[in-house]
């Protein structure tokens, strides 16, 4: 019955690993590792999860070996450019469809140089040598901004590569900077800005698309809960247009008498945004009292 069952690539270890798998726990599913530790099998769900190496993820999926995966924007445009580079006669990654941003594993690919380089723009880079381990996605912004360079391929380290003299600067993930800066490189430019994705192979058979439709609304549903919050307040009532003005991304707030108090109601809405201690103290001006903020687990239409 394997073919009845959905399969989800995600990486084993790195940046995306915990987080991809959280998102499943909090979407309701169960997994029960097996004894190699690459193998997950939902015991509450017809999933089955592969722990892979990321760069692997767009090839299994593509290949039919998952039917969706969770990878990062670089990964999989990295792959798909080069395979469009290469002319690929199978053309197997134009096959593969984005369906879910996730919003997390946030980094981007930028090109960086020795901090005593006094850089005034892309035609520095013009005979210049770049080390990268994002070749296609690196030749391609050259061309477009019609930048003739060389790209070394790296496959790690690459910020060493001015040090050795192996390249004049590098293009490379950045997330915080602080690799960059401590090996005496800064961000020059930006390439591509990048998170986690839910990736799909259109050729998904129908019954495991009816089940890739309930995963992703929970996704979505888990998503949307992420940043909104839940709001109880108590307000007089000759002041509630000004304190529904307040409410920060909340669209229809419910009124709920308040047995004995004719002048006042409680407010009870969703707010789509973050609520900050501005708004709070914001809408205690406006005479609320008893404000609770409240985190939502789960959220859907």
């Not at 692997?56 to 990878?71: E, K, N, R």
């Not at 369906?99 to 946030?106: D, E, I, R, S």
């Not at 070749?135 to 040090?163: C, D, F, H, W």
């Amino acid at each position: 019955m394997e073919n009845t069952r959905l399969k989800i690539a995600v990486q084993k270890s790195g940046r995306l690993a915990e987080r991809s798998l959280d998102l499943l726990s909090k979407c309701g599913i169960t997994l029960e590792r097996s004894k190699d530790q690459l193998l997950c099998r939902a015991q509450n769900f017809p999933l089955d999860v592969l722990l892979v190496r990321d760069d692997d993820i767009p090839a299994f999926v593509a290949t039919d070996v998952c039917q969706l995966g969770i990878v990062g924007e670089n990964v999989l445009f990295e792959t798909q450019e080069f395979e469009a580079q290469e002319n690929s006669e199978n053309g197997n990654f134009s096959k593969l469809e984005t369906l879910v941003k996730f919003g997390f594993g946030q980094c981007r690919l930028s090109l960086a140089v020795p901090n005593e380089i006094n850089y005034e723009g892309l035609q520095f880079f013009n005979g210049k040598t770049i080390a990268t381990s994002y070749k296609g996605l690196l030749a391609q912004y050259l061309q477009s901004q019609n930048i003739n360079a060389k790209i070394v391929t790296m496959r790690g380290a690459v910020e060493i590569a001015p040090k050795t003299h192996l390249a004049d600067a590098i293009c490379d993930l950045v997330s915080t900077g602080n690799t960059l800066t401590s090996n005496g490189l800064k961000e020059v430019e930006t390439i591509l800005n990048s998170q986690a994705v839910l990736i799909k192979n259109l050729n998904m058979p129908d019954n495991l698309n009816s089940i890739c439709v309930r995963l992703v609304t929970r996704m979505n549903a888990v998503l949307k809960a992420r940043n909104s919050r839940y709001i109880v307040l108590h307000a007089p009532i000759n002041a509630l247009d000004k304190i529904k003005a307040v409410l920060p991304g909340s669209k229809a707030p419910t009124i709920i008498p308040l047995k004995g108090c004719n002048e006042q109601v409680a407010v009870h809405a969703v707010s789509e945004e973050e609520v900050f201690w501005n708004t709070m103290e914001d809408l205690k001006d406006k005479g609320a009292s008893s404000i609770l903020v409240l985190p939502i687990e789960k959220m859907m239409d």
